[in-house]
Nanobody
Framework: QVQLAESGGGLVQAGGSLRLSCAASGRTYSTTGMGWFRQAPGKEREFVVSIRWRHGSTHYADSVKGRFIISRDNAKDMVYLQMNSLKAEDTAVYYC?????????????????WGQGTQVTVSS
C-alpha cells in the first residue's frame, strides 16, 4: 500500500501563487509516477500534471501549461506543485495520486493511490 498526503492549499488572490506538497509513504517503490488532479464543484475530476519518478518526464494539461510546475524529490518521496498566476478557474480540490502503470498517463483510472485532497481557492 502507498499513502499520500497533500498539504499547502489555501486561499489566494488571482495572480498569486501557491505551492502544494505531496508526501508519499509505504511501498512507494512499487509506483512509477505521480500526478495531480483537481475537482471543482459540480465538475468531474480532471488531470492537471504528471511526473515520472525515474526520468522526471512531465506532462501538463493545456490549462496550466506555463503557469504550474511539478517537481519531485525521490530521496524524500515528495512531489511538489508550484502554481503561479492563479486564476479563479483554478479553484478546486487538488488531489495527489500515484500510479504503477509502466507508462505516463493522464487518466485517473490508471492511478492506484490517492490522497485526501487539499482545497485551493482563488479569489477574483
Amino acid at each position: 500500500q502507498v499513502q499520500l498526503a497533500e498539504s499547502g492549499g489555501g486561499l489566494v488572490q488571482a495572480g498569486g501563487s501557491l505551492r502544494l506538497s505531496c508526501a508519499a509513504s509505504g511501498r512507494t517503490y512499487s509506483t512509477t509516477g505521480m500526478g495531480w488532479f483537481r475537482q471543482a464543484p459540480g465538475k468531474e475530476r480532471e488531470f492537471v500534471v504528471s511526473i515520472r519518478w525515474r526520468h522526471g518526464s512531465t506532462h501538463y494539461a493545456d490549462s496550466v501549461k506555463g503557469r504550474f510546475i511539478i517537481s519531485r524529490d525521490n530521496a524524500k518521496d515528495m512531489v511538489y506543485l508550484q502554481m503561479n498566476s492563479l486564476k479563479a478557474e483554478d479553484t478546486a480540490v487538488y488531489y495527489c495520486a500515484a500510479t504503477m502503470a509502466p507508462h505516463d498517463t493522464i487518466f485517473s483510472i490508471e492511478y492506484d493511490y490517492w490522497g485526501q485532497g487539499t482545497q485551493v481557492t482563488v479569489s477574483s
